[in-house]
């Protein structure tokens, strides 16, 4: 296995990663997982990782490779390094979720804690006292659906706009970026659909069964938003 | 190196110039979002009102019919 595999395999098992917490309820870790820095980061992990138990020192070798491949003997197998890799990521997942959302309010005034003004005079002094009332509760949970749909959206909207903006040079590399990405299209637009009904009935009734359909309409956004980054991953020049 | 192979490289620089906007909205929202997950303390009005208005405008958009060109399936290139 050469470096440009291993970096293949990694992102791969985070692709995989991020679909599964997605489709079990873990948007929030399903996010971070498929986010750049954390490929970046797990990619330098196992890299380090297979060079420090599979590079052999051999005096015979003319001109040593960065990683070569194990051979007979090796401390150990690659099943190893599956695991290794997989037990990085899952730990960074359930570290990075369990740190999300700890410890975060929802200044008052903002369209999430919605508060009015309440003004104050003190008769003694003719001293003004300005300060926000909440005028109903904050809701951080429609906040937190709102900014992962945000992002999931600007994601989707990304990939359609460059795919659509360099449509002649990409068709020349590979017809298949835009057929993976016209696959995608239609079920993007029902899904934001889907995902903006779910919304307007969860303002209107904020009850748990509408925000479980909404973090479900949100969970399929997340979704193909994620197949949309896979597709345009693929973009290579031969 | 081929007139082709040129004229490719040209295209691709080209695209890449074009996408970079769109790329940097995108970085910027990423940046913004991953330093949300770890950061403790108080979300700014500002920041609320700013997805707030985004996806009130994408919902409208969106029960409209009227979503960007973008997002629809257009014939392939002749």
Same mark, same amino acid.
Request: proline letters at 5%; glycine letters at 6%.
């Given at each position: ?46 890299? %380090? ?8 020192? +051999? ?24 695991? @290794? ?25 903002? &369209? ?32 937190? &659906?709102?900014?992962?749909? +945000? ?10 706009? @460059? ?7 990409? %068709? ?10 016209? &696959? @995608? ?25 509408? &925000?479980?359909?909404? +973090? ?18 693929? @973009?290579?020049?031969? | ?78």
């Amino acid at each position: 296995m050469n470096q440009a595999q291993l970096t293949s395999l990694i992102k791969q098992l985070l692709n995989a990663l991020g679909g599964y917490l997605t489709v079990h309820g873990a948007a929030t870790a399903a996010s971070v997982v498929n986010a750049q820095d954390t490929a970046g980061l797990l990619t330098l992990l196992g890299v %380090w990782v297979y060079s420090h138990f599979f590079q052999h020192t +051999d005096v015979n070798e003319a001109t040593p490779t960065p990683l070569p491949a194990s051979k007979g003997g090796g401390v150990l197998p690659p099943a190893s390094l599956l695991f @290794i890799v997989g037990i990085s990521a899952a730990t960074m997942v359930f570290f990075m979720a369990g740190c999300a959302g700890q410890n975060k309010r929802l200044e008052l005034g903002g &369209a999430y804690a919605p508060a009015t003004q309440l003004v104050l005079t003190n008769t003694a002094d003719g001293s003004i006292t300005t300060n926000n009332v909440a005028t109903s509760p904050a809701d951080f949970k429609l906040y937190a &659906a709102d900014a992962s749909f +945000d992002f999931a959206y600007s994601a989707l909207e990304a990939a359609f706009k @460059i795919e659509r903006d360099n449509r002649a040079f990409l %068709w020349k590399l590979s017809p298949d970026i835009k057929h993976s990405l016209d &696959a @995608i299209r239609p079920n993007a637009t029902k899904a934001v659909q889907a995902y903006t009904l779910a919304r307007m009935k969860y303002i209107a009734s904020p009850l748990d069964a509408n &925000a479980t359909e909404l +973090d479900a309409a949100l969970q399929v956004v997340q979704t193909l938003s994620d197949a949309a980054s896979v597709a345009t991953s693929r @973009i290579t020049i031969k | 190196m081929s007139a082709a192979t040129l004229a490719l490289i040209i295209q691709g620089f080209q695209a890449a110039i074009q996408a970079a906007p769109q790329l940097k909205v995108l970085v910027v929202k990423a940046k913004d979002y991953i330093t949300s997950l770890f950061e403790g303390g108080l979300i700014s009005k500002e920041t609320q009102d700013a997805i707030h208005a985004h996806v009130d405008a994408v919902s409208a958009a969106a029960q409209a019919g009227a979503l960007p060109p973008e997002w629809s399936v257009e014939p392939d290139p002749s």
